[in-house]
């Protein structure tokens, strides 16, 4: 049975009582919203299922698939010693922010007897130094590839396919399509079509679920269960959230709220969303979160075709690591940003603070409490200081890291990020400008059909020496 | 023999010719600045080896220490199985960027015989469940603990050493002290005094080196000596780098002309900087960036005292990785940063993309071209296309990452930090908005002394429940 404990969104100092009447905002402020919150909820609750919003369906209707993915994952486990996602943006970020948060911190490097699961790789890079790398320390035969691209277009997932395959023939010969798992569009793409070619072992990626809502289909859901990573209970948190933000009135539905408060502020000129887990398991959340919240709002133009150029540049940071590197500019550097905290109730681990340096005052005062005080006492502190200078900031707390609250925290983070795209009255689910760099790389590699573009890349002004040192 | 190529940096983009009027700026620009440039220029000149700005001389002034270093790390080397640095921000931050730049990208992963060096962490966070996760990986009697804090009353720090003294204790009775080197300050704090109680082998922080600006001295060179790195071509780059900034004219100046175009931007509202190097080593350069930029401009007053409030934040990015996260952003969203990238033209590694997929033209036209290739073209598509969308943006070329470039590139960012806040003028060297956070965590703990922060948390308003979904 899984214990049900919900995360909590604490959104105290986001309001003027807290954090001040310059900065935060009042019960009239959400009151007087009342109506946009009523229409950026309606518009979600309606594309549910539609479109590019396939992945709201995710927590329920994959029990198949779930079981399909259950079944793969035991053979992996028992017949390979690594397992290695080629994959990028959406298909990489989800899968390595699990691993992170629910499997040993230093995985790779525990002996086998420990480990109980493969070792673990996402390539999410096309640089050289760092394939030479992944082969000195894998065997590939003895290694799973599960190429994760929907479209099976992405050139940097394709370039490691195609070097990765090219060694495994020549390791295995016809035996190779053992050794690769291709998530994938059923319906369109290439990937699907070498698939089908080759043999391999295949997972989908339905329709209208995008790269960066990809993480609760088998893009995610696969590699988790190979890690041993419950994803019955990841499913279920997200739909246990899913059903708590159900509800209209945005002070019962915490991504609404979130997504409100949110927009409120960037409203109020703050650009900057800082993401900082108090827990080193979920520092790569923070990098899903930048990607989910930096893609989906980040759009030139509104639904109308307004050029507005709106967005919040996400930041990660990690605490208390970046309370030694970023908090002195969140406290006194520009009224910019929002910061969002993630403390954790109960670590997996406590540790305690032996005696020592008793006529050492400044450093005795340490001992016999433990690091998981210490830990929640800097959090506090940080959420005091933010606070006291006046910087909006709220904050999530986890009863525990488990596959529950992260299918919760996930999901949340999901929703607050379509909430807002409606609040900004834009497409959260399109990625327009990925293209031109896309288009630009495709005619410099001298692709056929990218000729007028090769033209123009030729045509622009060259650089000129005076503005190189 | 060192080969001196040195780094060039290129602000074509950030100009009005080739980004567009609305953004750029021009020759016109930079002519009306070169009185307050000058003067920057001659504030930080004036500066040099006085008070926090002891920082510039460590490129010429540690022959004895290099040499104690090098003897010491050979030892090192022989003798233990992993080297743990204990210390966080400026004393973890430093240490890891060189170590992923000049090492294998899976270090501890690899056996014995090809790593060539101790295994190497670096414990910058008080997680209970890190402690142990290192604990598992590690053998405390075959490990070398560098504890690295200026003051020793670095709380993070200082928990780490105690908790570890006492496993070393217990493990090896009184001949724990020879797994311990301390890097402090030599004439004030606490960690000197228990080095010398204790009788561990010491090396020095200067007085007038703070953290941010300390992966010159000791602090950065012994991890990097234990790790095989050359400190003297390390050394070597920092000095060429500072000799090449020795000329009042920006023109001529790398660091004083980056400076002050990034002055400029804040001025007409860019409050974030991004830093994307195209590379996987380069990837916690990008945090070691953060840290110096976010801590020593984000500032409240400036140096006569009003109010101010500046600061830029920094944004960690890798390419092409974040093509497929923030790119989206960086070309459609609001026009409020400067993108730095960094591009490599050498790798270290050569990777052919081979034949495949011939019936499928999107994949096969990457087959022939190299990795190499493709990364590069995907910088050049990233530069594209924020240009052409009118983002502000410049560009590192590195020939090689090499100690000699990186400590080029190291101190390069340390003088172009410098630079700017003079242009700023503010205390470019504290970080007075730290002390609140840690005094606030000194009350939660009980600490002697803080009695009246503790009252002061007491006395603060209770959050409501209301405001908790």
Known sequence: MIKKVPIRFDYNNMMADYVGDCQGFTDKDIAAAKAITKKAFEEVKAGRGQGMMGWTELPTNQKEVVSD????????RKNFDSFVVLGIGGSALGPMALFQALCHLHHNELPKSKRKAPKFYVEDNVDPERMVALLDVIDPKKTMFNVITKSGSTSETMTQYLIISKILKDALGKDFSSHVIATTSESKGNLIKIAKQEGFKTFFIPDGVGGRFSELCPVGLLPATVLGIDIKAFLAGAKFMDDRCKKPDATKNPALMAALLQFLAMKSGKNISVMMPYADSLKLMADWY???????????????????????????????????????????????????????????????????????????????????????????????????????????????????????????????????GAFLHIDTFNQPGVEEGKNATYALLGRAGYEEKAKELNSKKKKTDNYII
């Open 290 to 420: 930048c990607q989910l919240w930096g893609e989906s709002l980040g759009k030139a133009i509104d639904l109308d075709g307004n050029k507005v150029f709106v967005g919040q540049t996400p930041v990660k940071a990690l605490g208390v690591t970046d309370q030694h590197s970023q908090v002195q500019l969140y406290t006194e550097g520009p009224f910019d940003k929002v910061v969002t905290l993630i403390s954790v109730d109960n670590y997996r681990e406590t540790v305690s603070i032996p005696d020592g340096c008793a006529d050492i005052p400044a450093v005795n005062f340490l001992c016999g409490h433990t690091m998981n005080e210490l830990i929640d006492a800097e959090c506090n502190a940080t959420e005091y200081a933010l606070t006291r200078s006046g910087r909006l900031n709220n904050r999530i707390y986890l009863n525990d890291v488990n596959a529950f609250s992260m299918g919760q925290l996930m999901f949340f983070f999901m929703l607050q990020t379509a909430y807002t």
């Open 69 to 76: 993915i259950i079944a793969t994952a035991k053979e992996v």
